[in-house]
């Protein structure tokens, strides 16, 4: 059915000559973005893991997907820019982990209580050491938070609860709950190790489903340059229902400290009754992979030279344990709809080409779920130069699975590359919206971090709904049971309605950012505008 005001607009436009015709209102069907997500969501590519034949195979296809919309190659291997890893996994059977109190040592399942991290513990170890609680871990000097104050930590392994204190904003909380961030203050105290305690509050994942895949190695950028926890021996995760044990004696519970944690409220700092005991034999590879970078060059003569990145990233995790019989972790969604839009994307500004003066950098980045490892290497060498990046917009994931009417914009109130977005969506009828879960720590969880802490404003922005509607179960019960499992692939309802609505929204920002004369800026209160001082 078609509405009386298009109708209208038709006759309107029918008079006028072709080329003055404006646009159509979406450039977007979602059809030709589904038939990509297809190809890199097949079973054939197995999940697309950093350094297999299968990421191989989809970046091959987006190579040729970027050639047929004729962009030339901007990697500094034509389209590639390698990047080579370091691999780390534990060696479960030669590992273990105790609680020790009073001399009995009690052994902790890996499954059912708690893991070695492969991520935070590099090299083999074997140590014992005291155990401290430190609240959320969290120094935050524009708080005036220091959660390790008073506290004697020389070669002890702390323990924290993930999550932040309600007062802290987002992205300062996002910021210091890196683990670089994190580690420099543990370290500059004297920490060895540390445990996480998942916060039951904000678990995307049931525990069940993380221990299932807690022996997938994990990488490292190889350079040294990147090292940002030297001198952590280990790192364990902890299930917060087998918690209750590192409290024992300690005149504190874990029900208490979740219950406060679930609010945010402050937490308590002590010293724990027990101490660990922990053995971990780490086996070790290198391995290669690569960004894939294209570039649409601008028209203008000076701006040209300046870059509007549009990024995503086309690894996801590969085969893992089975669920319900199927091994294929496919990543339709993370990150094959982010991926399939970069290449949807180019292909539509070929078909429908419209002024822009800068230059876009179409990137589409390794190893994310490795730790944003391939944008982490790009934004600190470049394919371009580093001053001629003036934005990214990042898309992860950004589930399409209900009709768009809620944007939820990562970045809103820290620049006006945010405001612009915002007012894109708000004139395509879209509510746009800051993110309503900061616990969820999204704002660090993806790949345009890297280019913030490089000093360039970057917004990602996602499908979005309103607190305690019926949308928020279908998201929650995607995470729950989709987000990193095999079912997130092809045979999943998509709503194909609300991915052109994004793609548009997409296009629209990436166009107004190339030709508006000013370069994005942070605004005056942000707090990742030191990044961009130098
Ligand atoms: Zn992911």
Known sequence: MRSTVSAILFLVFAAISPAQQTPPASHFDGNSWWSHVKFLADDSLEGRDTGSEGLR???????????????????????????????YEVDEAKSSLALVTNGQAKTLSFADDAFIGSRSTCTSTALSAPLVFIGYGLKIPEKNLDELAGLDLKGKIVVYLAGSPADIPTALASHYQTAGERWKSLHAAGVIGTITIFNPASMDIPWSRISINRNHPSMDL??????????????????????????????????????LGKDRKPLPHFPLAVSLQAKAVILTKSLESANVAAKLTGSDPALKNEFVVLSAHIDHVGIGAPINGDRIYNGAMDDGSGSALVMDIAASLKAHPEKRQRSILFLLVTAEEKGLLGSKYFAAHPTVAAKSIVADVNVDMFLPIVPLKILKIGGLEESDLGTRAAAIAQSMGIKPIADPEPLRNTFIRSDQYNFIRHGVPAVKCDVGFELSSPEQKIFKDWLTNRYHAPSDDVNQPVDLQSAAGYEEFTRRLLLETANTPARPRWKPDSFFRRYAAN
């Open 222 to 259: 190889a350079d040294a340059e990147f090292n940002e926890t030297s001198g952590q021996q280990l790192g364990v995760a902890f299930n917060p229902a087998s918690a209750e044990q590192l409290f024992a004696g300690s005149g504190h519970t874990f029900a208490e400290i979740a219950s």
């Open 57 to 87: 195979k989809a970046q091959a296809y987006a190579v040729e997907q970027f050639q047929k919309a004729g962009l030339e190659p901007a990697g500094t291997n034509g389209f590639y820019q390698p990047v080579r890893f370091n691999q």
